[in-house]
Each structure stands twice: as C-alpha cells, then as structure tokens.
C-alpha cells in the first residue's frame, strides 16, 4: 500500500512540475531581449498593446498613412451596434475553437485544454472595434515609425489566409461584443500561443520584445505603462481590458 501511495504521489507532481517548468522557461524566454535598442519616436503611427490578463492583442487605427483596415477586415468600416464608426482595430491571434466555443475561461472544457496541450489547434483572429480607446495600464500606447509600422502590418496580413480575386474573407460571430472572427493562418500550440503571436509581430516591426512570450506578463513587461500626468512611465501588473 505504501508502495502505491508513493507512486501515486510522484504521478501526481508531473504536472506539477511540468508547469513550474513551462513558467520558468517562460520567464527566462520572455526575459530574453530582441531588437533591445529599439527606441520610441517622438512622432508617428501610435498603437496600442492591449492584455486582460491572460490574452494581448495589437490595437491599430482604422486609417492612417500606411494603412487602411477597412479593406483587410471588412467590419472595420461597419458602424458598431452604438452606430459609432471604428476608430480602431484591436488584432488578437489565438485557437480557434476556443475563440469560437468558449464564451469565458470557465467554460473551457477539460478535454479541450488537454487537446490544445498534447496536439494544437487552428489558429484564428478575433478583430475588435473601438472608438477612441484611452490610454491605461490595460492599453498602452506605442508610437512606431512609419517604416516600422509597415512592418507591423505585413506581419499581420500574413497571419490571414490569401484570397482569391473577388474573394471576401469568412467571419464568424464573437463572445465578445462587437467583435468579428477571420480564418487565420499558423497553428496555436503551447510554445506558439496568442501572446507569442503579438511578442513576435511586435518584434517582427523591430520593438524591443522577449524571445520567447507564452505569457500575457511577457509581453507587457517589455511595454511602459502610460505615464500619468507629470509621472514618468512604469511598468505595471497586468489586469483586465474593456473595449
């Protein structure tokens, strides 16, 4: 009987220990620099890095001189339900039936979680629709050169599917309120989540970003915080966005 108690016991701590690991590695990735002299222009596109938490996304004006959205994400350009036009696009990557099943984190099945973990799933972008959204420590601003800008941009189109001449991408409806979901490409897996998605793009444009950033706190450790007036800029912990 003792015999067995022990082995159940170490049983048990794998997954314990398998995550200790997983957040280790996690932060040792995240704390690992990419473009580290990067510095922020006084003038430029600003964006924003948006967290709840556990999910970051990349906030983007509708129109600006590099990009317009409206003809990316056709939603873009449709009022929302207040009859406001978008001033904003809020990109997040992330599995898709998770995005498209699972209304808040309670509701995420066990079988799901264990699917994701062992073998992935498809990817899939949820676009949010804001009208001028402040600047907190759930938004921080960024402002980007135009040429870095650019970047950001081609690296998200590239998460979308091409299209065929005449072509319109399918969406499908969001949980999340006003919100729309475009077919992406790329598969979500432990090592590739929706936070190493917006570590990477970010970094693809040239900011300075961890290597490796499975974790919302990964990201938004390497984005000051908006200052508060006459305060200098901090980093802070991250919590919860509104749209």
Same mark, same amino acid.
């Given at each position: 009987m003792t015999?067995?108690?022990? *082995?159940?016991?170490?049983? #048990?701590?794998?997954?314990?220990? @398998?995550? @200790?690991?997983?957040?280790?590695?996690? *932060?040792? =990735?995240?704390?690992?620099? %990419? !473009?580290?002299? *990067?510095?922020?222009?006084?003038?430029?596109v600003t964006i924003m890095v948006e967290t !709840? =938490?556990?999910?970051?996304? +990349?906030?983007? $004006?509708?129109?600006?001189?590099v990009k317009d959205w409206r003809a990316t994400f056709p939603?873009?350009?449709?009022? %929302?339900?207040?009859?406001?036009?978008?001033?904003?696009?809020? +990109?997040?990557?992330?599995?898709?039936e998770v995005f498209l099943s699972t209304p808040t984190w309670s509701d995420l099945k066990p079988a799901t979680a264990l699917r994701i973990a062992l073998r992935g799933?498809?990817?899939?972008?949820?676009? =949010?629709? /804001?009208?001028?959204?402040?600047?907190?420590? /759930?938004?921080? $601003?960024?402002?980007?050169?135009?040429?870095? /800008? @650019?970047?950001l941009v081609e690296r998200? &189109?590239?998460?979308?599917?091409? #299209?065929?001449?005449? &072509?319109?991408?399918?969406? /499908?409806?969001?949980? &999340? &309120?006003g919100a729309r979901n475009y077919d992406a490409t790329g598969r979500y897996t432990l090592a590739n989540t929706c936070n190493q998605w917006v570590g990477?793009?970010? @970094?693809?444009a040239g900011i300075a970003m961890g290597r490796w950033t499975p974790l919302a706190g990964g990201v938004m450790k390497w984005v000051p915080e908006p200052a508060a007036p006459g305060q200098p800029a901090s980093g802070a912990t991250a919590g919860k966005a509104s749209s």
């Open positions: 015999r067995w108690r022990r *082995w159940l016991a170490g049983l #048990l701590a794998l997954p314990c220990a @398998a995550l @200790a690991l997983f957040l280790l590695a996690a *932060w040792i =990735g995240s704390s690992l620099p %990419r !473009n580290p002299d *990067w510095t922020e222009p006084a003038e430029g !709840n =938490g556990i999910h970051t996304g +990349i906030v983007m $004006p509708v129109i600006s001189p939603s873009a350009g449709l009022p %929302r339900a207040d009859g406001q036009l978008p001033t904003h696009v809020a +990109i997040g990557w992330g599995e898709k799933g498809e990817g899939l972008v949820r676009v =949010g629709h /804001y009208v001028r959204p402040a600047p907190s420590e /759930y938004h921080r $601003p960024l402002t980007l050169r135009p040429a870095e /800008y @650019a970047r998200v &189109e590239a998460a979308l599917p091409p #299209l065929a001449p005449g &072509e319109t991408r399918v969406t /499908y409806d969001s949980f &999340e &309120e990477d793009t970010l @970094a693809h």
